[in-house]
């Protein structure tokens, strides 16, 4: 989608759209979080919980490394858990989202946001979403007008309807609370496969 050339009208009606079809058919959205609701109060936006952590998951293929962040905006009590799995770069290629889903309540912002951001990153190389939110992030910084760089709001696709929002701070917040969550919960399982990776090579060296 191009934004260029777009009235704020134009932007208005997607944005509607959008909101509506979130709430209607959220994409990525399970229910695997039962203590969705259970979020210490004293939670930040952008922090993440030790509930659910990642080391109880388990991957739904040998070369997957799952992990989970859960995030809560005390602001308008918007809360969701972001899990993924990575590949594990055993093959020598990118690493890669080889699932996504996220479990949350909160505001229309927050709900079609992260339905949004599952269409984008999933399949996606962690270098290409880690792009996307980069890029997301300057919309949401932009307070209204949006991004000059033309290839940079078509990568964002739907995502650019939420240029509007990013002229009030605090729909920024509920917009940027799903993204936190997929990048928090990247960082976990790099970590594991980083953790792996150097207990494999440990043993590697050991033998010679």
């Not at 009590?77 to 055993?90: H, I, K, M, Q």
């Not at 984008?120 to 991004?147: I, Y």
């Not at 990048?183 to 790099?190: E, I, P």
Request: net charge negative; charged share 20%; hydrophobic share 35%.
């Amino acid at each position: 989608m191009d934004n260029f050339g777009l009235s704020s009208d134009d932007l208005e009606l997607m944005y509607q759209e959008v909101i509506l079809e979130a709430s209607k058919n959220p994409h990525g959205k399970a229910h695997f979080a039962d203590d969705i609701t259970s979020a210490d109060s004293e939670d930040q936006a952008g922090e993440s919980s030790l509930s659910g952590s990642s080391t109880t998951l388990q991957a739904s293929h040998e070369y997957c490394v799952p992990a989970q962040s859960h995030q809560f905006n005390p602001t308008c009590g918007d809360e969701v858990t972001v899990r993924v799995e990575l590949s594990d770069g055993s093959d020598g290629k990118p690493i890669r989202i080889e699932s996504l889903a996220w479990d949350g309540q909160g505001c229309s912002i927050s709900q079609a946001s992260l339905s949004i951001m599952y269409d984008l990153v999933r399949g996606k190389t962690v270098d290409q979403a880690m792009e996307l939110d980069k890029t997301f992030h300057q919309l949401m910084n932009s307070r209204g007008r949006g991004l000059d760089d033309e290839a940079a709001a078509d990568s964002l696709e739907d995502a650019i309807v939420f240029q509007g929002a990013s002229q009030y701070p605090m729909r920024i917040k509920c917009a940027l609370l799903g993204w936190e969550g997929l990048k928090d919960s990247m960082a976990n399982a790099l970590v594991q496969i980083e953790q792996t990776a150097s207990v494999n090579g440990s043993h590697s060296s050991s033998q010679h």
